[in-house]
């Protein structure tokens, strides 16, 4: 796909088609990016069950036509029984079963606090019976399966079908479902049901909270209906970056919205970084590499850190690490953390207000732990912690996990407002530089930008190497040109998800909204 969508009156973008239609019908009917964006949410909670849903967590980037962005973070902490005792015997948190749907799920908290922005701001309140009525209707009624989730369950049969309330109700017949075959939710049906009717904070002062709470302790998970009772989500301040193309957002610790900016500050410090294809790609992936060391050693819960994020992208920080990258030799290597899978999405309506949100289950179906009741299927977000007493990301109840997930935003300084993103755990601060550079830097058609081949410096849905990942429509110079750099390159597929799922939305000056999906996944670019 080389065109973009564009219209006049809202936008929305994201990777299944029925998601982006049903925040396209909230537009329509008056509702703005936020009340859209719970619609969207809801429904790919339901037809993406593979990468999100109510038992993830999720992060907002609101970017209001005046003001300053707004940050929403919705992502759980450890549940107060996650002590490290329970563990024992482990060299690690396993990623599968009880023992790893450790954290609170933050989803519903930031979806509730994002609407409770939104009336702030003045906007009149759409009912969540509107809000949430595709979502509800897929799952009591059913949805097709996608290939993406079609893939992601024989892919890791062997570990989920262990699990029993999953393999009862995503494993039918005892094998995985297959693409086009009607799918149907009815337990979360009755729950999303139920929030139209107890309101969304029931998922966790309510009754709806109570149940989960008691299937919970049946199934032996470590959160507690204290834990859910605690929770709410958490406004922030963004983290910027001022760079010569404008002013970037990201998210701040504890997820990587760090990473995020730092290669594109980085980028933007290499002159010789667009001199070819292979420079461009070399220069984003030796940034990444000091990225990731710095993010390394610094992001964890924000109460745990010692380092002001914010502080790391100031200028003289930028200027002195963009020296260490060297234009003819690509640095050393090690591992990096393990894949995780999401969802980015973004909206813009009618009077600029614009919104870039991401929501996770972490790995594929996350913790594989399905609330029968219920139907919630549980996030393995606390995977990330550390059993190591002494490691930064050390688990402790209470304690925030570490997160991948970090939706972007930028005002240029043509006028223009961009908000962007990607699914892919380590994958996602690469396809933002990659989609940025090409597009602002380079001036690349947006919708081309996207469907253009992309890399992956390390590991990602199911891969197990550390390589410089490149999908197979680059051409022979570059890939040669890459190992010639000293780049250890392995070739994926032409159009593979191990790159991610992006878009992106574009706020032009004369008001017409600009939408480019993900050709990798099932998404859609809709406007009116």
């Not at 500050?265 to 710095?294: M, Q």
Request: proline share 7%.
């Amino acid at each position: 796909m080389n065109h973009s969508n564009i219209a006049p009156m809202g936008m929305a973008v994201t990777p299944h088609h029925l998601a982006s239609e049903s925040a396209l019908s909230i537009l329509r009917a008056g509702g703005n990016a936020i009340d859209a964006m719970v619609a969207a949410a809801a429904t790919i909670s339901v037809v993406y069950p593979h990468m999100t849903g109510l038992g993830g967590d999720g992060f907002w980037l609101i970017v209001p036509p005046q003001g300053d962005p707004v940050a929403i973070d919705a992502g759980g902490p450890a549940g107060s029984l996650a002590a490290m005792s329970l563990y024992d015997g482990l060299k690690a948190i396993p990623h599968r079963g009880p023992k790893s749907a450790l954290t609170v799920a933050g989803t519903v908290a930031g979806w509730a606090e994002a609407l409770t922005l939104s009336r702030e701001m003045g906007n009149p309140s759409l009912p969540l019976s509107q809000l949430l009525g595709d979502a509800i209707r897929y799952a009591a009624d059913g949805m097709p399966v996608s290939l993406s989730q079609a893939r992601a369950s024989a892919e890791k049969f062997d570990e989920l079908a262990k699990q029993a309330s999953f393999a009862r109700q995503f494993l039918p017949q005892g094998k995985p479902p297959d693409a086009g075959s009607r799918f149907i939710q009815p337990q979360l049906a009755d729950t999303l049901t139920r929030l139209t009717v107890e309101g969304l904070d029931s998922f966790y002062r309510g009754p709806l909270a109570a149940d989960m709470a008691q299937e919970m302790a049946l199934l032996g998970m470590p959160v507690t209906a204290d834990d859910l009772a605690a929770f709410h989500a958490r406004r922030s301040i963004p983290l910027r970056l001022s760079h010569s193309m404008g002013e970037l957002f990201n998210l701040a610790p504890p997820t990587q919205g760090l990473v995020s900016l730092m290669i594109l500050g980085l980028t933007d410090r290499l002159p010789w970084a667009n001199e070819s294809e292979s420079h461009c790609i070399h220069a984003i992936v030796e940034a990444t590499k000091l990225a990731f060391a710095t993010r390394d050693n610094c992001i964890t819960d924000p109460g745990h850190m010692t380092l002001d994020a914010q502080s790391l992208l100031a200028a003289p920080v930028l200027d002195g690490l963009s020296e260490r990258i060297n234009s003819g030799q690509a640095a050393p290597w090690g591992s990096v953390l393990s894949p995780g899978d999401t969802v980015w999405m973004g909206i813009i309506d009618s009077s600029g207000l614009a919104v870039s949100f991401i929501q996770s289950l972490y790995h594929e179906f996350g913790s594989g732990v399905l609330l029968p009741k219920s139907g919630v299927l549980w996030q393995n977000r606390g995977a990330s912690f550390s059993l190591d007493p002494a490691h930064l990301r050390a688990l402790a109840p209470g304690k925030y996990p570490f997160h991948t997930l970090n939706p972007a935003a930028a005002k240029l300084h043509d006028g223009r407002t961009m908000i962007y993103g990607s699914m892919g755990g380590d994958g996602q601060p690469q396809t933002q530089a990659a989609l940025f550079t090409r597009h602002v830097m380079q001036g690349m058609p947006l919708q081309r930008a996207i469907s253009a081949p992309r890399w992956l410096l390390g590991r990602t849905w199911g891969q197990a190497t550390d390589t410089l990942k490149l999908e197979g429509r680059f051409s022979a110079a570059t890939v040669a040109s890459l190992r010639a750099l000293g780049h250890q390159v392995e070739m994926l597929p032409e159009f593979s998800e191990a790159v991610g799922h992006a878009g992106a939305v574009i706020c032009h000056n004369n008001g017409m909204l600009e939408g480019a999906f993900d050709p990798r996944s099932n998404g859609s670019a809709a406007g009116f």
